[in-house]
């Protein structure tokens, strides 16, 4: 806002006379002023500035004069005054500095806020104000936390940016807020596959494929599942070493399965079983020799896909035994899926034989859980893997007991009553359960 300047006029004016005697006469009478001006900045001559309304007097003190400053910039300039008087003589020129400086207005009080209407969203491109997808709303100040349903379905894969925005009920349109989101192309689901039909025929082969339906043919009968099928496989035929064993079956031909075989003159190990179970998230393996013959150890061989193996552990063997010989070994620690396993027997020799081929199904690591809760005498885990390390504290964060998990419930004997915890280490996450002691 630009404020007009008020000033005080003064002006006063001294006519020397052209003699100058020793004593100056009596000084002539003062004459009226009659007209006065003023300027900014540039002198436009004597009687060409903004004339000032005034009574003609020989004093014209304290007069107000109003100065325009509108049309004037921001900045610095300089305000010129000056008065005549009767004889037409033209007083000292008064000069006065002053700044513009740019105040806007104050605003006006924040109108209440009005209720909002209409919504309306679109997609990459803008129809125009009002032309995008209506979304219903119920109209109010607030609509923060509504849900809307967007159709995505006509949407070409790829990277898009949603727009949104509202209207209230003045007429106004909201600002338009703006998201990334990405369609990515999800094919539908296939048929259902057919029901499955028969098993009509089996054949094995060693070492060389003679072409489907060519093998060694298998009595069986049809069935939509044969797994756990013993069938008779004749090795007599083989030379001494390494061979493999494929085994393949028809309802339109299956995949053909493949083992790895040796075949020795002498049986230096007489496997009388070969297992595994699941405890947690480790596999335990076990198995059973009945004679061995200078062998030296076991080595454990695992496989994701039932051809591929690669050695896991070892352990020593007997070396020479005609009595059950009890072997065990863990595979801790095993994410979700399934895991093939094998034993491969090593002489003293340096030669080798392969056990059965088993295969044990992990699922996703169980939750860990303390029952029963509220305990008296004992607490049980479940999902917690054997040999875990554990602590059990109070309440107030004391260390009250320590050890390893083998299994069997853990004993409460000792704790006075109140709230525990359970604090276990899963990998590199540290897990605290609570149990209350009655």
């Not at 599942?225 to 061979?243: R, Y």
């Not at 297992?275 to 013959?293: C, D, F, P, R």
């Not at 419930?409 to 609570?434: C, E, H, N, T, W």
Request: charged share 15%; with cysteine; hydrophobic share 40%.
């Amino acid at each position: 806002m630009r404020n007009y300047l008020f000033l005080l006029l003064l002006c006063a004016f001294y006519k020397a006379d052209a003699q100058d005697p020793a004593y100056p006469p009596a000084p002539a009478a003062l004459l009226n002023i009659v007209k006065a001006e003023y300027f900014i900045d540039t002198d436009p001559g004597f009687g060409s500035g903004n004339d000032i309304s005034i009574t003609p007097g020989v004093d014209i003190a304290s007069i107000p004069v109003i100065v325009n400053t509108t049309a004037l910039s921001v900045g610095a300039h300089k305000l010129v005054i000056r008065s005549r008087n009767a004889e037409g003589h033209w007083s000292i020129s008064s000069i006065r500095q002053f700044i513009i400086d740019f105040d806007p207005a104050y605003p006006l009080a924040t109108a209440a806020p009005q209720s909002v209407i209409q919504a309306e969203y679109f997609v990459d491109t803008d129809p125009g104000f009002g032309n995008g997808i209506s979304i219903t709303v119920s109209p109010a100040v607030n609509i923060s936390g509504f849900t809307a349903a967007i159709n995505s379905n006509l949407i070409s894969p790829g990277g898009h940016r949603l727009y949104l925005r509202t209207l209230n009920n003045e007429g106004r349109w909201s600002v338009t807020g703006s998201r990334a989101f990405v369609i990515d192309e999800n094919p539908a689901y296939p048929a259902a596959p057919s029901a499955p039909g028969n098993i009509t025929f089996l054949e094995y082969f060693f070492d060389t494929d003679p072409g489907f339906g060519n093998g060694t043919a298998v009595s069986i009968t049809p069935a939509v599942d044969i797994s756990a099928l013993t069938i008779p496989v004749n090795t007599a035929a083989l030379t001494q070493g390494t061979h493999y064993l494929y085994i393949r079956s028809f309802d339109d031909w299956g995949m053909t399965s493949v083992r790895e075989l040796l075949v020795s003159s002498t049986l230096p190990v007489t496997f009388a079983s070969f297992s595994g179970k699941l405890q947690g998230n480790n596999v335990q393996l076990s198995w059973v020799t009945s004679t061995e013959i200078n062998s030296s150890h076991f080595e454990v061989e695992r496989s994701k896909d039932g051809i591929h193996f690669s050695k896991i552990g070892l352990t020593a063997a007997a070396g020479n035994s005609n009595s059950r010989q009890d072997y065990a070994f863990i595979d801790p620690s095993l994410t979700e899926g399934t895991y093939y396993y094998r034993l491969r027997q090593v002489d003293n020799d340096g030669r080798s034989k392969y056990s059965a081929v088993i295969n044990i199904r992990v699922r996703a690591k169980a939750e860990i859980v303390v029952m029963p809760n509220p305990a008296s005498q004992q607490i049980q885990i479940t999902g917690l893997p054997l040999n875990s390390s554990y602590i059990i504290f109070d309440a107030a964060g004391r260390q009250e007991r320590m050890g390893t998990w083998n299994g069997q419930p853990i004993l409460l004997k000792g704790l006075s009553a109140g709230m525990y915890f359970l604090q276990v280490q899963q990998g590199d996450q540290l897990i605290r359960k609570p149990f209350i002691k009655q």
